[in-house]
């Protein structure tokens, strides 16, 4: 057995992701992990004692990266604290990424089995944009002061979930920009320095990726 210390752990996690998004979520055990991997079912082993912990490990990773993707093209976006473009980073973000797509958008079901017994995330990944996001963005001036947080945290993840529905989309840039024009002229707030509206989605991005308190 090769010692746990020089295994490359995401060697395996992209083997998990891998029978996950290929065969399903029943076809994700130590011995599948490891075939799919190269390595042997005792190395998986030394890293992972089940299947479940090796898929909460890659969707710990995943969820990481895609807010680490988020909050970089937010920070290079002059206007990247406004809610119209963070939702278009959102959306490029999970359809970019096929874990991330296969797991909030074709196969929830899956999302949601690993998620059932995990403590690992304060908040489930999603395509749509919370309404306590939209309030704190509101106090910061980013967002209009004449808009219910609530109903448009509703309306963006109605768009979601018909996006979801109706994906894969040939024309998704296009659909994200017009969403993205809807947003900015209906919720935005007309300021020039948005570098407010980056600090509250760092914040919040950051707190989720926080692993709760053990009950």
Same mark, same amino acid.
């Given at each position: ?6 295994i ?16 399903? /979520? ?11 991997s190269? !390595?042997?079912?005792? *190395?998986? $082993? =030394? #890293? ?23 909050v ?16 278009? /980073? ?6 970019e ?5 296969? !797991?909030?958008?074709? *196969?929830? $079901? =899956? #999302? ?12 489930t ?29 509703s309306?963006l ?13 040939? *024309? ?13 002229r ?30």
């Amino acid at each position: 057995m090769t010692s746990s210390s020089l295994i490359d752990v995401d060697v395996v996690l992209d083997a998990t992701g891998d029978v996950l998004m290929n065969d399903g /979520y029943a076809a994700v055990t130590l011995a599948s992990i490891a075939s799919r991997s190269g !390595l042997s079912a005792s *190395d998986v $082993e =030394s #890293l992972f004692a089940s299947p479940h912990d090796a898929m909460v490990a890659m969707l710990n990773r995943e969820f990481s990266g895609m807010y680490s993707n988020i909050v970089q093209n937010i920070d290079r976006d002059p206007r990247g604290g406004l809610l119209s473009r963070m939702y278009t /980073y959102i959306l490029s973000s999970v359809y970019e990424r096929p874990l991330a797509k296969t !797991l909030f958008i074709i *196969d929830r $079901e =899956s #999302l949601n089995a690993i998620m059932r017994t995990s403590h690992s995330f304060s908040y489930t990944p999603n395509v749509g944009i919370r309404s306590d996001l939209i309030e704190q963005l509101q106090a910061a001036g980013m967002v209009r002061d004449d808009v219910d947080a609530r109903t448009v945290s509703s309306v963006l993840s109605a768009c979601s979930a018909g996006l979801a529905l109706t994906a894969p989309h040939d *024309d998704l840039d296009a659909i994200s920009a017009g969403l993205a024009t809807l947003i900015a002229r209906g919720v935005d707030a007309d300021v020039t320095d948005t570098s407010a509206g980056k600090a509250v989605f760092f914040e919040w991005a950051t707190s989720l990726t926080l692993p709760r308190e053990s009950a």
